[in-house]
């Protein structure tokens, strides 16, 4: 459980498995509201289903990724997380889990795109409304997992070269340090030397 929870401490990883989680718990009532929209409302157009699916989903997803980034990353009734991350870690739960959802709503039509549009295809060639959407929303959480990974990696790459620098003008010997001692420096700069004493003019 270390490893685990060591990989789990870094921020593109434990928002990755945060989102995935949320996606597939969001797909229980997503997946529920389209059976319930075709066998119990009577209702046939794969174009409508689509609409509901996408409401319910929305909805659900944000609310239980917001609980679980909160209990991830900033939940105070447990040992406080280190959260490893270069560019978000001075972040607070609600600047952190908006930008998360900032850059998901980037993201966003083509998630859509994908679910709703695979969803409505498959719709359209018998399969089953349930498979459809279970189909449609993996497949679309997959790819824009993929791209936000992208998004979040090069954001850390810029915000360690910034650091680097940063220890760098400090005079600190960066290359004696960890990759952890560097994340976790903060930035107290070595002495520096005094200059010699004058001495007294006569």
């Known amino acids: 459980m270390g490893i685990l929870s060591e990989w789990y401490d870094r921020r593109i990883v434990n928002v ?7 996606g597939l718990l969001a797909l229980v009532p997503t997946t529920a509201a389209a059976y319930a929209a075709k066998n119990l409302l009577g209702i046939h157009t794969p174009l409508y289903i689509t609409g509901i699916t996408f409401l319910v ?14 209990w991830a990353n900033h939940a105070a009734d447990k040992p406080r997380r280190v959260v490893r991350s270069y560019a978000y870690s001075k972040l607070s739960f609600v600047k952190d889990a908006t930008l998360v959802q900032f850059e998901r709503a980037c993201l966003s039509p083509l998630l859509y795109a994908i679910a709703l549009g695979l969803q409505y295809t498959l719709m359209h060639h018998d399969v089953r409304v349930e498979w459809a959407t279970i189909i449609g929303y993996l497949s679309a959480i997959l790819v824009t997992r993929v791209l936000h990974t992208i998004w979040m990696y090069r954001a850390e790459v810029k915000a360690r070269e910034l650091q680097l620098a940063t220890l760098r003008e400090q005079g ?7 990759e952890t001692q560097i994340l976790d420096h903060q930035g107290s700069p070595t002495p520096a030397a005094k200059p010699p004493a004058r001495s007294p003019t006569p």
């Open 172 to 178: 600190i010997d960066v290359a004696s340090l960890t």
């Open 57 to 70: 989903d929305a909805v659900a997803d944000v609310l239980v990724y917001y609980l679980l980034h909160w």
């Open 16 to 22: 990755n498995v945060n989102i995935v989680v949320a």
